[in-house]
C-alpha cells in the first residue's frame, strides 16, 4: 500500500494539514487533518476495498445529523469521512444513568429504512455464517453448540420483530462520540439489516468493562433491565440477544485468531438459562 499517496492526494486537492497518523499497518490505515474544503477529516484506507465498500453503503445509508458525514473518496480505495469534535467516547462518561441516555437518545434516532436490502449484510447471515465456520473447522463442541443456540435466537426474533431497518452493527460505547452541539454521533457502522433491538446486545457487551463503574452478571443484568425499560423492549429478548451477541462476538476472536473470553460466554449462557 503508498500510503504517501493518499496523504499527497488530499494535500494537493483538499489543502489539508496538520495530518496526524492515527494508526498505520501493513494493509490499512487512517489519517486525521484539517481541510480547507470540509474542515477536520478522518481519511481510511484499506487494502480490502470491499470493507470499505460495506462501511461506505452503510455511511450513506445512516447518514444524518447523529452520523459522521461522508466526503468524496480516491475511486473507492480510501474513505474520507467527517472527523467528531470533540470525539469523546462514551466509554469516558462514567455515570451509568448519562450513559445509558446517551446510548438511548442516540439509537432511537439512527436507523433508517435500508435504500437496498442487497447491498447490506443481514443478521441472519452474520449468524449463518458464524455457525458454519464452527461445523467446517470443528470449533469446540460445546462453544459449537451455543453458536447454533445463538443463531435460533437470532431467528425467533427476526419473526418477532418483522421490521427491517438499517443498523449500524458494532453500536458500541468507542463508536458513539460527543460533539460540539453536545449531541452523540456514531462512526464506523458495519451496516446489516436486522430490527432494531438487534443494535442493542454489542452496547451490553461493552459494558464489560474493568474502566466502568461495575462489571459481572449484576451489573449487566441492571444495564439490560434499564434499556428494557428506555427503549420499551421486553427485557427477556435482550437476554436472548446479549447471549446471542456474546457468542457471536467471541466467534468472531476465534477466526481471527484472537483468545475468546470464556467467563463472559458463561454469564451470558446462565443469563439465558435463567430466563
Wanted: overall charge negative; proline content about 2%.
Amino acid at each position: 500500500m503508498d500510503k504517501q499517496r493518499y496523504i499527497n492526494f488530499i494535500k494537493k486537492d483538499w489543502l489539508a494539514e496538520n495530518i496526524i497518523t492515527v494508526y498505520e499497518e501493513e494493509d490499512r490505515a487512517v489519517y486525521f487533518a484539517d481541510t480547507w474544503k470540509y474542515g477536520a477529516i478522518a481519511m481510511k484506507v484499506n487494502d480490502n476495498l470491499e470493507e470499505l465498500l460495506n462501511e461506505y453503503n452503510a455511511l450513506d445509508g445512516l447518514r444524518g445529523d447523529r452520523c459522521a458525514a461522508i466526503y468524496n473518496g480516491l475511486g473507492g480505495e480510501a474513505l474520507i469521512i467527517e472527523r467528531i469534535i470533540p470525539g469523546i467516547s462514551l466509554r469516558e462518561e462514567l455515570d451509568l444513568e448519562k450513559r445509558l441516555e446517551a446510548f438511548c437518545e442516540t439509537f432511537k434516532v439512527i436507523h433508517k429504512i435500508p435504500k437496498n436490502e442487497k447491498m447490506h449484510y443481514n443478521y441472519l447471515e452474520w449468524l449463518e455464517n458464524a455457525v458454519d465456520f464452527c461445523v467446517d473447522n470443528n470449533i469446540d463442541s460445546d462453544l459449537t453448540e451455543k453458536m447454533i443456540i445463538a443463531r435460533d435466537i437470532g431467528k425467533e426474533l427476526f419473526d418477532k420483530y418483522p421490521e427491517r431497518y438499517l443498523l449500524h452493527g458494532d453500536l458500541h460505547h468507542d463508536n458513539i462520540l460527543l460533539k460540539n452541539d453536545g449531541k452523540y454521533s456514531i462512526i464506523d457502522p458495519k451496516g446489516v439489516i436486522g430490527p432494531k433491538i438487534f443494535d442493542i446486545p454489542r452496547f451490553v457487551l461493552n459494558e464489560l468493562d474493568e474502566n466502568l463503574n461495575k462489571t459481572g452478571k449484576e451489573h449487566i443484568l441492571e444495564v439490560i433491565n434499564k434499556l428494557a425499560s428506555m427503549l420499551c423492549y421486553d427485557e427477556e429478548d435482550i437476554r436472548k440477544l446479549f447471549f446471542m451477541e456474546t457468542v457471536l462476538a467471541n466467534i468472531w476472536c476465534v477466526e481471527d485468531d484472537e483468545d475468546i473470553d470464556e467467563s463472559a460466554i458463561n454469564m451470558a449462557f446462565e443469563i439465558l438459562q435463567n430466563i
